[in-house]
Structures are given as C-alpha cells and as structure tokens.
C-alpha cells in the first residue's frame, strides 16, 4: 500500500463562525478549534498521505474556504463541499465553485439529510434536481442519514444510477443499543445498487464513548463489508469527532481488526477512485 488514504475528516475555527451542532456538555472537549496542524502529525504517524475534508455546516461560504485550504495542502487532496440542492441555480453554483482557488479539489457535495424533518427529503422534486446537477458536474454525493432514512436514500439512488453516492458513517446505525434492524436489511437494500458505497466511519460515537470495544462495532461492519465488498468500502476517521470516543491511532487500529488487516481497497484504492481521482475536475478521470 503507498498511503493510507483518510475519507473522512473535519476542521473548524470557532473565530471565523460557530459550529452550532456543537452543544452541551458531551460535545464540550469538541467545542474548540481544531485545525490541519493540529491532524497533521497523528494523520502522517499512521501512514495517511492524503485526505478528504467533508462539510461541516450548510453555510456557503465554508466550502470556498475549504478549496482554498487543500489548494494551499499537502495533505487534503479532495473536498466534499455543500451548496443548495434545492435552488434553481445549482448548477451555476457548482461551476462557480469549481472556478475559485482551489475549485480543482472539489470532489463532492454533501447535506445534513439527518437533520432534515422529512424522512423522503431526498425524492423531492427540487432535491432530485439538485442531485441530477451534481451528478452532471461527475461529483460524488455523501449521504449522511439516519437509519430511518435509509429506505429513501435507496429510492435516490435509484433514481439517479449516473450519480456516485456514498453513505457517511454505514448510516448512524444504533451501536449503542446492539440493535441491527431495520438498518440492516435497509443498508443490504442500498447496497444492492452498484452507485453506492459506503464509509467505514463514525463507528465509535455511534457506540458507548467511554466503552466501546472493537467486538461492539463488528457485526455492522461485518453488515457493511459483507454486502458491498471492501472494493466499495472506504475507511474514514471522522476526526475531529471520533476524538469523543478515541483517539485517531485507536480509529484506525480498530477498522484494521474489523476488515481483518490493511485491505488495500478499504485503506487506500476505493477512496483514490471514488474521491480523489475526480480532483481536477471533470476531465481528469481515466
């Protein structure tokens, strides 16, 4: 393997906006700001040689900064931004994007679908159109989803088999509570469809923080491997979030133990070929 490659991370800097999701006492040891300075060292101590940075409010203005950022970084090759699905001029918008500093590492787009009241949010009309542009520019789209949402991220996909789209965190499935369905057989129906994969992330705060074990995570995993192969896997270490539960080295160590070893494809080649071989635009693929 020439690198392990990160999916999945966040940066925030609470002087330039607040991160309002942030909030009570459990989130506290997260409600500072957390930088590529402060990733860098444990991200180059386990092997990472590069990363996508995802999203992390739905405000406009975060994703320019975030293009600027990887434009300026050695490290962050590609990243999932957001923009209004929903308005008429979507498309102009992903262009525009595209054209700033750094527009090249645009790799995806991404929505707080979790937050949204509407279980079928993603089949709405203007939603659906929104997806249909992001599939025209060749970016991925990142679901990030409650397990009840799951039957209508199925629906999405199938609604759009020209967009690539890849389900953030196996979906939140409840860790905690060992419970496995529906999200099971909801996460076997998404994977059924060959537009989707599906990050080997978040596990640990979906689990109990204070004491999960690797055998806790295993069987949704084992969900997630078994039904869309590790060629559709792709790990991701959800730092700074993950910081709640474990530590980066403890994120990383316990995907090893779950995939049963550095599997090329869940460390490194699903990531290069889903994310980072869209960096450069729509041209750039081979």
């Known amino acids: ?33 957390f930088t590529l300075d402060d990733l860098a060292p444990d991200a180059r101590a386990a092997g990472v040689t590069a990363t996508v940075l995802v999203q992390t409010v739905t405000v406009a ?3 320019p900064e975030f ?19 929903t308005t008429p001029g979507v498309a102009d918008e992903l262009d525009r994007l595209r054209a700033l500093p750094g527009g090249e590492h645009l790799v995806g787009i991404r929505h707080q679908v979790q937050g949204e009241p509407d279980p079928e949010w993603l089949l709405r009309p203007d939603v659906r159109r929104g997806l249909a542009a992001v599939a025209r520019q ?23 088999p020209e967009l690539t789209f890849v389900l953030d965190h196996l979906g939140k499935p409840p860790i905690a509570s ?4 529906p999200w099971r057989t909801d996460v076997r129906a998404l994977a059924a469809l060959p537009n989707t994969h599906c990050k080997l992330s978040g596990l640990v705060t979906e689990a109990d923080w204070k004491r999960w074990t690797v055998e806790d995570l295993r069987p949704y995993a084992d969900t997630v491997l078994a039904a869309f192969g590790p060629e559709r896997v792709l790990f991701g270490s959800d730092w700074p979030v993950c910081t709640l539960a474990a530590s980066y080295e403890q994120v990383l160590d316990s995907a090893r133990a779950l995939v049963g070893g550095a599997d090329e494809n869940v460390f490194a080649g ?17």
């Open 270 to 286: 699903t990531a290069r070929r889903v994310y980072l071989s869209r960096v450069g635009g729509r041209n750039s693929r081979t």
């Open 178 to 181: 060992g419970a496995l369905e």
């Open 67 to 85: 293009l600027a950022l990887a434009g300026r970084s050695d490290l962050v090759a590609g990243v999932v931004g957001w923009t209004d699905l």
């Open 1 to 33: 393997m020439t690198g392990i490659v990160d999916a999945h991370h966040h940066v925030w800097d609470l002087s330039v906006r607040d991160q309002d999701w942030i909030t009570g006492p459990e989130l506290a040891p997260i409600r500072r700001d």
């Open 61 to 63: 203005e975060e994703t």
């Open 138 to 160: 060749d970016l991925v789209y990142d679901l990030v989803v409650l397990p009840h949402q799951l039957p209508a991220c199925v629906q999405a996909a199938r609604n759009h």
